[in-house]
């Protein structure tokens, strides 16, 4: 098994840098996507012109959502207050939402939570989180393969497991998690940890990977219990 403690303090500049850069190409994507949505309209195109627009839209809007995913992280909502989130809650509203959108089905997760399990985060924020490692499980997975998601209360911190039986990572994989843009995915962003791992540094949490190539997956993530 290749273990990996990660250290998300590079992941702070290149976030703020290509935040910069990000909020400047946003704006004349948004522009360009307008103008092909109005042409789109157009009764006179033919059926290949008409499919071709709605090409150059879809390759937009899938623009726009990997650079609203990092706008995310450098622009965190900093007046909204941290809530007391009941993990137990979470985790289960996160999975009815998933398997509503049909990312997961009944026998593909299996929720095994304690109670009394509380942490102080943004709540959209845990979701996000928790939402990008349970998807990632199941993409790693084989179809009616089961993903485990787990939560304990310990001292002083909750923990939480989210384990696959998918397709595994290397040791050199496992380091490049959480590098912007690293995906062995064809349609994959590589932003999904990257988040995930500011996400947690910002409440003093940590991830842990355990993978073993071809066996399987399991992410640990600690937060501080809020105690009260
Ligand atoms: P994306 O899911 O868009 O590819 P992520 O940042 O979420 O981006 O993940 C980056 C990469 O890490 C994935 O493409 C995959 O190769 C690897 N990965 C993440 N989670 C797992 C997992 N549970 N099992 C195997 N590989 C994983
Ligand atoms: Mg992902």
Request: charged share 25%.
């Amino acid at each position: 098994y290749y273990e990996q403690m990660q250290q998300s303090e590079r992941l702070k500049t290149t976030g703020q840098l290509t935040a910069a850069v990000a909020h400047e190409i946003r704006n004349p994507l948004t522009v360009v996507k307008g103008f092909l949505q109005f042409y789109e309209k157009d009764q006179s195109l033919n059926n290949e012109t008409k499919k071709n627009f709605t090409l150059m839209i879809d390759e937009l809007k899938t623009a726009e959502h990997v650079i609203s995913q990092f706008l995310m992280i450098a622009k965190p909502d900093k007046d909204k207050k941290m809530e007391r989130v009941d993990v137990k809650a979470a985790l289960q509203s996160i999975t009815d939402l998933l398997k509503s959108y049909g990312i997961i089905h009944d026998n593909s997760i299996e929720l095994s939570v304690e109670e009394n399990c509380y942490i102080a985060v943004h709540l959209i924020e845990f979701k996000q989180l928790m939402i990008n490692f349970i998807k990632n499980a199941i993409e790693a997975s084989d179809k009616g393969d089961s993903v485990i998601v787990k939560a304990e209360r310990k001292k002083g911190y909750v923990e939480m497991k989210i384990m696959d039986q998918g397709c595994g990572m290397s040791e050199e994989e496992v380091k490049s998690l959480g590098t912007p843009f690293y995906s062995l995915k064809s349609k994959g962003t590589g932003l999904g940890l990257m988040i995930c791992f500011n996400i947690v540094e910002k409440y003093n949490g940590t991830i842990h990977f355990t993978s073993s190539k071809g066996e399987g997956t399991m992410v640990t993530i600690k937060f501080p219990l809020d105690k009260q």
